[in-house]
């Protein structure tokens, strides 16, 4: 007897036929229903925001304001955010004072057409629409961690700055939204290397779901006080995109709520690890390359024992990611050459996320169903499959009939919890 399961797999689904009896568990958010006007919503808790004054009392007439808004790798809705945002904006200031940058962190930046795809046609044709400039960032300080505190020149030149975002687990900064619009999102090369230096992640309290004493989230904070982040919109969905929590206000407070309200959404509780995980990488956006995927890669981990397999299914439509990201690993003849190569010498290219890769591929074999060619995923120390019932098959004979198993609908999007 089996069990069909429907894997989200770029903007559909993938089809895993799974042995009952060796199904341990499947780990899955709760399901929330969405708000039932999210405008609504959205102009209520501007107007009763958490731990500060209304939005319309935080801004003076003919401020410049900045809005901070996510890439195309995150599931944020701006496009139904922003028109009751930026409506009350121009209550007080008008619209050709208002600048939206689009925080890419150091991700490639978007061109026209997705702009518009992800913030709505007439965002893009009414207001100034930037990408962040890693080559336009200003020195405004230094963190205590000793992180380099560069920010993109038009956030700090700003009167007030206000951003949107998404609250998720994160795999080390604990959850995103909040503070992570500022760093990463409009940091430079610098901030990142020090924020996400080998020290930083390879710190123990630098796990998903986890903000008290995580280094990186709270350096995070010093850079985003410290750039002046006035005023945040932060969003939880559900699994059909929905907007089921608000949380505006105060980055730091609202932020905080969104992430307790996230944790009891996401946090499922496991007893045990098992041999074998099958998760995705939630599909789109976030399964668009393999830089992204590891983030469901990394989920898996939790629950998968040493020397288990981890079977990730990932459209990666747009290809590995990252150059340096792929080169760092094809230069390596194994994970521990990977983060050998991390630790020592001067950061390069994405190097945190190699680190975090090679710190699961020290422990699991990775499978992946993908679109990538067979010899990058080779490169990249994985085996390629074209259906999780052949990879399953092949983990059968390495692992035994009777391997135990955890699927992992969502990926990144579930917080597993280990009891024990």
Not at 249 to 273: L, T
Not at 377 to 387: C, G, H, I, K, N
Request: proline fraction near 5%.
């Amino acid at each position: 007897m089996s069990i069909d399961f429907s894997l989200p797999y770029g903007d559909s689904f993938i089809n895993a036929r799974v042995p009952a009896g060796n199904v341990s568990y499947v780990l899955e958010k709760r399901e929330v229903n969405g708000i039932e006007n999210e405008a609504e919503a959205i102009i209520s808790s501007l107007r009763s925001p958490i731990s500060c004054p209304p939005l319309i009392e935080c801004i003076r007439k003919n401020d410049r304001v900045v809005v901070l808004v996510t890439d195309n790798t995150r599931a944020c809705p701006e496009d139904r955010m922003l028109p009751p945002i930026l409506a009350e904006l121009e209550k007080k200031v008008p619209s050709e004072n208002i600048t939206i940058i689009i925080a890419l962190g150091l991700h490639p930046p978007l061109d026209r057409e997705t702009m518009k795809k992800k913030l709505g046609d007439n965002i893009v044709e009414k207001y100034r629409v930037l990408n962040h400039d890693i080559n336009d960032c200003v020195y405004i300080g230094t963190t205590s961690r000793g992180t380099p505190i560069e920010i993109n020149r038009q956030v700090i030149e700003a009167d007030f700055r206000i951003s949107t975002g998404l609250i998720e687990p994160h795999f080390f900064a604990g959850f995103s939204g909040g503070r992570k619009i500022i760093a990463p999102g409009v940091f430079s090369v610098r901030s990142a290397y020090k924020n996400h230096g080998y020290d930083m992640i390879s710190h123990p309290l630098a796990r998903t779901g986890n903000l008290k004493g995580n280094p990186v989230h709270e350096d995070m904070i010093e850079q985003a006080r410290t750039a002046g982040l006035d005023f945040i919109v932060n969003v939880l969905l559900n699994r059909r995109g929905e907007i089921t929590h608000i949380v505006a206000g105060d980055f730091i407070k609202a932020h905080e709520k969104g992430c307790e309200i996230e944790s009891k959404v996401a946090g499922v509780k496991v007893d045990r690890r098992v041999d074998i995980s099958i998760t995705t990488n939630s599909g789109a956006p976030l399964d668009l390359d393999l830089y992204q995927t590891v983030k469901g890669m990394e989920t898996a981990s939790h629950v998968t024992r040493d020397g288990g397999i981890i079977i990730t299914c990932s459209a990666c439509n747009t290809g590995v990611g990252p150059d340096e990201f792929l080169e760092m690993h094809r230069s390596a003849q194994s994970a521990d050459e990977v983060l050998q190569k991390t630790c020592t010498g001067e950061p390069s290219g994405v190097q945190w996320q190699n680190q975090i890769l090679a710190h699961i591929q020290q422990r699991n074999d990775i499978y992946l169903i993908s679109e990538l060619e067979d010899d990058i995923v080779r490169d990249m120390m994985m085996t390629p499959f074209r259906t999780v019932e052949e990879a399953l098959e092949q983990a059968f004979q390495v692992l035994g009939r009777d391997a135990t198993i955890a699927v992992i609908p969502e990926g990144p999007m579930v917080l597993p919890i280990l009891e024990g």
